[in-house]
């Protein structure tokens, strides 16, 4: 019965995908309209905002709380338009575009591997097709193999296979890309020395069962966050970056990749981390309502 729910399930996401991109923002304008009627998570979203920004003023934090509840409503249909895994149509929209691909191409050739740190701000499940986002013409030293994303299982098995669809639309294989945060220690160490990026989503708050490690203030907040990627990372002297997409304007990111270092040995765990948040606040601040204020990022 969950297979053929499974089936179900994924025949209308193909189906739904099929739609113009303009298409999916209409259905966007209409959610983004609804979880404002509902007040989705409402009390999380105003709480964080305003403690993030204690100097704003109600009006400003509600402004910003609407629009961001259009960001939310547009990151769902664009994760439902991705999924079609028709890269033509997508490197069409130009939904997405790499802002600097000749750093990728850089640190692609001359480290042992990358760790690309990533967050919530943006799409983050549009991150897969990376590959796809490099306009210049410039041709690059890697492939889509030369990519994986590391992910937390989610309790309910179907659920997980919906994201795992949408999230690997755009490449061929889906274990090169998709690498539960369980095994990919082995995964790094089973490559080490090969040039390879892994995209680790690191602002979330620690998981279960997780180090948690101390952050600091971010975001005007005494915060603590987990180091896996990057202990990895100075463990094996690879190189680091920070990513963010940011939405230029409605149909459009700007995928910028920050470089930390190019041998994580020479710091330490820690210098890495803060350096990261240091980055990611300066980009929450210049465009507040690109960021995931609906969970509770928070907490231990």
């Given at each position: 019965?969950?297979?053929?729910g499974l089936k179900l399930m994924l ?81 069409d929209s130009r939904l997405v575009e ?164 190019d041998d994580a040995s020479a710091f ?33």
């Amino acid at each position: 019965m969950k297979k053929i729910g499974l089936k179900l399930m994924l025949g209308l996401l193909k189906l739904l995908s099929l739609q113009p991109l303009k298409v999916h923002y209409f259905w966007s304008s209409l959610i983004g309209f609804v979880l404002r009627l509902v007040r989705y998570r409402r009390d999380v979203v105003i709480t964080n905002l305003s403690r993030s920004f204690p100097e704003k003023k109600y009006k400003e934090i509600t402004s910003i709380a609407n629009q961001f509840y259009t960001n939310l409503a547009d990151i769902f249909v664009e994760a439902v338009f991705i999924s079609r895994g028709n890269n033509k149509v997508l490197r069409d929209s130009r939904l997405v575009e790499l802002a600097n691909p000749e750093l990728m191409n850089e640190m692609f050739v001359s480290c042992p591997g990358v760790v690309l740190l990533d967050s919530h701000c943006g799409n983050w499940e549009i991150t897969g097709g990376v590959y796809n986002y490099d306009y210049s013409g410039v041709p690059a030293p890697y492939d889509e193999h030369a990519f994986s994303g590391v992910y937390k299982k989610l309790s309910s098995e179907f659920w997980g296979e919906i994201f795992a669809r949408i999230r690997c639309a755009q490449v061929t294989d889906k274990e090169t890309l998709y690498v539960e945060n369980r095994r990919i220690l082995r995964y790094m160490l089973e490559r080490k020395g090969q040039s390879h990026f892994y995209i680790f989503p690191n602002d979330q708050a620690p998981y279960h069962g997780a180090t948690p490690h101390h952050v600091g203030t971010f975001m005007n907040q005494d915060t603590w966050g987990m180091e896996g990627g990057v202990n990895v990372a100075v463990k094996m002297g690879m190189g680091v970056a920070y990513m963010c997409l940011d939405r230029v304007s409605r149909g459009h990111y700007k995928w910028k990749v920050t470089k930390i270092c190019d041998d994580a040995s020479a710091f330490t765990a820690e210098q890495i981390t803060r350096r990261y948040y240091d980055l990611l606040e300066e980009d929450i601040k210049a465009n507040p309502s690109n960021y995931l204020w609906s969970h509770k990022r928070w907490k231990i």
